[in-house]
């Protein structure tokens, strides 16, 4: 089992910049591809970034390409997203999640953190 936790999120001006954690307990991270999802207001999950359990493939969506960075520190446990020029439509509850491999399904993965609210105001 899998328990993971995320953090980080917060209220930040369009422009603005915010680092997301997303730390492990009870079993390694090194095991587990992971990935970062969003679910904006009113709207279905999506897939942000994902990330292969080595470091060495990481994966994100158009929308947000050069702008976030996945990354991840396995002696630590622990996944980042580091999230520059935020813009308003970033806004959502960002979820980290494990798994076998890096996927963009939800389904793809079987543990979730609790989420972590960020805001963007324009």
């Known amino acids: 089992q899998v328990q993971l936790v995320a953090s980080g999120g917060g209220l930040v001006q369009a422009g603005g910049s915010l680092r997301l954690s997303c730390v492990a307990s009870r079993r390694t991270l090194g095991s587990y591809a992971m990935g970062w999802f969003r679910q904006p207001p009113g709207k279905e999950r999506e897939f942000v970034a994902g990330i292969s359990s080595t470091g060495g493939s990481t994966y994100y969506a158009d929308s947000v390409k050069g702008r976030f960075t996945v990354s991840r520190d396995n002696a630590k446990n622990a996944v980042f997203l580091q999230m520059n020029n935020l813009k308003p439509e970033d806004k959502a509850v960002y979820y980290c999640?494990?798994?076998?491999?890096?996927?963009?399904?939800?389904?793809?993965?079987?543990?979730w953190g609790q989420g972590t609210q960020v805001t963007v105001s324009s």
């Open positions: 999640a494990a798994g076998p491999f890096v996927a963009t399904t939800i389904g793809s993965y079987g543990y």
